[in-house]
């Protein structure tokens, strides 16, 4: 008895302030959070009364959070896609062996370092859509290049907007993915590549069916870590357009809502935004937690 | 031995963290004590800051015995401010005095009681006769007032670039006389070879220039019914205003959108736009490009608003709980004083709230501003805050921002109507 309190005692002790704290201030917020979600405080004073899932089926069926959602779609499509894409043909290119690998990396992986609003200033004026004689940033380039055909509105476009905010994200984010393209590449055994070689693999087909197939749990991760920071992209929104309409995203409209003090609201759509968050966060975590069982 | 180290050291990291939470708060909450006052406002810097810092030197002045401590929260426009007093007020842990725009976005304070009626602050210090009778019945709130206002802002004006005008041979001096008038005159401008005759930016902006049409449309009456639910949102004046305000949208520059006021601003001062409707602040951003009044440019109220005057205000309240409640009062009572007034708009380029302002302290917009405060019907702002709670006017401004980006003159009013019904229950 004495001897079980010795060996389970001390972790237990040691574990317990990050328990602790992290569960007040996160899981107890997020039940408090979602507490004020069922109530009708819709302003400051305390007052509130308990009314299901009202606040729920009144946003869901509201034109602008549905805008606000559809934005965030083409967002995360757009982000994910990117990254992914380049991340991928960064990683195999630097694979495939260049000198000064470390150089490349580093360019590629230092816009990571960058935090979203800094960088997001700087795409504020990048992505500037006045055309012709007040063109700046990119359409100014477009027109000095000769190619005034391409100017355009980015995120002034209503549909495709969104799109245009998702470029400076892809350009800090792309590295990271590549980073850890490159780990998975690297992961993959010598002497696999050597035994397809031996057997008469092309360069091609020892990538198709060698080093590819060992790259899907990467893939997942990077798919996984990116989504998630795509969902919760506010900080990036924020300093290009600020919080209007037309690049509303739910963590956008949440802040809107929070600061003209409709706390019911504001707590709506941040729990819809956590269930949203897990969609993606608890497969990935039934996944891992399956693949470390199986490697007990 | 070894798990008898470990015991050691995780006994030592919890002592550690019982003793962090023992931590005294630090907090000098000599209650009522009037040694020292706690001032939250949003005024961080340029102008605001000079505005405050001239405030509290007038304050030393009066009450030496009075720290003044200040509690400024910088950017945002005010919105990190008010996110920092909403978790304060929530906690029970007031300012002595914050700042907040005069008028409707005072409603929610006032909803959850958390501040104090001012009615009694008024009578004992005579600010009922040196405010205008208008601004308090803008001030009033059933019966109630619960702030003083430190400074006046007018909304309505119009800021025209003469040489522009000139060159499509339109006279810069005559205000058009309504809504339909200037858009013949933006017509006319846009056919001379300007590409954007109207400088706009983004949301609250456009949402300042709809006020203005609203205003022009309905006039200060029909306005001003717009807030408490004697006009009709889904009537023919807001339908015109409507109509006038998308035809006014065909003449702006493409990326409105993506402009703040100042860069707005820059193409009317740079001569790439004839005109641009904007709060009196920029008065400063012509002053500091060397341009004079009368010569490079002019201003007018927006055609159709003449003899009204669009006001917005920051005014300081006197929360429920208020730690230094005294010494609160003592500020408050600076802030309406002749002298504080003076200070402070002088600094920051407005106009006092009292009628016995001396105009030739101020510089020559300030005058015309101060004339007209003293004539004109006041009616409040709506991207100010002085007309609309802050979640209504969250509601109008999305309203309109959608408009921006899909011209539904129908989905416009739609909104604003059920806005309005959601704010007036």
């Known amino acids: ?296 | 031995m070894r798990s008898r180290r470990l015991s050691l050291i995780a006994g030592f990291a919890l002592a550690g963290l019982a003793l962090a939470g023992c931590s005294p708060a630090s907090d000098s909450t000599s209650s009522g004590s009037a040694d020292q006052v706690e001032v939250f406002t949003w005024w961080a810097s340029g102008s605001e800051k000079a505005g405050l810092d001239a405030l509290v030197a007038v304050f030393n002045e009066q009450y030496p015995d009075v720290e003044f401590n200040n509690a400024a929260v910088a950017g945002g426009a005010g919105s990190n401010a008010k996110a920092a007093l909403a978790s304060r007020l929530e906690a029970d842990n007031p300012p002595d005095t914050f700042q907040a725009h005069a008028g409707a976005e005072l409603t929610d304070y006032i909803a959850a009681g958390q501040l104090q009626d001012l009615s009694s602050f008024y009578a004992d210090n005579g600010l009922n006769d040196a405010f205008p009778a208008t601004l308090i019945e803008r001030l009033t709130s059933d019966g109630k007032i619960y702030s003083v206002p430190s400074n006046i802002h007018r909304a309505n004006v119009t800021w025209v670039n003469i040489s522009v005008l000139e060159g499509a041979g339109i006279d810069p001096t005559v205000a058009p006389a309504d809504m339909d008038a200037w858009i013949k005159d933006l017509t006319k401008l846009k056919d001379s070879g300007v590409e954007t005759p109207l400088a706009l930016g983004t949301e609250w902006t456009q949402m300042q220039l709809l006020e203005t049409v609203l205003i022009a449309d309905l006039g200060a009456e029909g306005y001003s019914g717009l807030w408490d639910g004697t006009t009709p949102w889904d009537g023919p004046g807001v339908a015109m205003a409507v109509d006038h305000y998308g035809q006014l949208l065909d003449f702006v520059n493409s990326d409105y959108v993506g402009l703040d006021w100042d860069a707005a601003m820059q193409l009317v001062l740079d001569g790439n736009a004839g005109y641009s409707v904007m709060g009196d602040w920029a008065e400063a951003a012509f002053a500091q490009a060397g341009q004079t009044y009368g010569t490079e440019y002019t201003t007018w109220a927006v055609p159709g608003t003449d003899g009204i005057f669009d006001f917005l205000a920051d005014s300081f309240t006197l929360p429920v709980g208020a730690p230094h409640e005294a010494a609160a009062i003592d500020w408050l009572k600076t802030i309406s004083s002749a002298d504080g007034q003076k200070a402070f708009n002088i600094a920051k380029g407005s106009i006092p709230a009292r009628t016995d302002a001396v105009a030739s302290d101020y510089p020559a917009y300030q005058q015309t501003a101060l004339k007209s405060f003293g004539e004109d019907t006041v009616v409040s702002s709506l991207a100010h805050g002085a007309a609309a709670a802050s979640s209504w006017s969250a509601d109008l401004s999305s309203a309109i921002g959608k408009f921006g980006a899909d011209r539904k003159g129908d989905a416009l009013i739609a909104a604003m109507v059920s806005a309005a019904s959601s704010a007036l229950g």
């Open chain 1, 1 to 296: 008895m004495r001897k079980g309190i010795r060996n389970w005692g001390p972790p237990l002790l040691l574990v317990s302030p990050t328990i602790i704290i992290l569960g007040i201030f996160v899981y107890g917020l997020i039940a408090a959070n979602i507490q004020v979600s069922t109530t009708n405080r819709h302003s400051l004073a305390p007052e509130s009364a308990f009314v299901g899932l009202e606040n729920y089926v009144a946003l869901l069926s509201e034109d602008r959070f549905l805008h606000s959602l559809f934005n965030l779609v083409m967002f995360t499509v757009v982000f994910i896609a990117g990254t992914m894409l380049f991340g991928f043909i960064w990683a195999w290119m630097l694979d495939k062996g260049v000198s000064a690998e470390g150089i490349f990396r580093s360019v590629y992986l230092f816009p990571m370092a960058i935090s979203f609003v800094a960088s997001g200033v700087v795409w504020r004026w990048l992505l500037n859509s006045a055309e012709g004689d007040r063109a700046s940033g990119l359409n100014r380039i477009f027109e000095s290049l000769g190619l005034g055909f391409l100017q355009n509105a980015w995120w002034n476009e209503p549909i495709w907007g969104m799109a245009a905010i998702a470029m400076p994200a892809i350009w800090q984010l792309s590295g990271y993915v590549m980073a850890l393209f490159l780990a998975g590449f690297r992961g993959v055994p010598q002497e696999l590549r050597e035994a397809a070689r031996m057997d008469g693999a092309s360069e091609w087909k020892l990538y198709r069916y060698v080093v590819f197939p060992q790259l899907s749990p990467i893939a997942l991760s990077a798919l996984i870590i990116v989504s998630h920071m795509s969902l919760k992209v506010f900080d990036l929104i924020m300093s290009i357009t600020g919080s209007i309409y037309q690049t509303e995203v739910p963590a956008t409209y949440m802040w809107v809502t929070l600061t003209s003090n409709d706390y019911a609201k504001s707590a709506t759509i941040a729990t819809i935004l956590l269930l949203l968050a897990s969609l993606f966060i608890i497969p990935y975590l039934i996944q891992t937690w399956r693949s470390e069982k199986a490697n007990r």
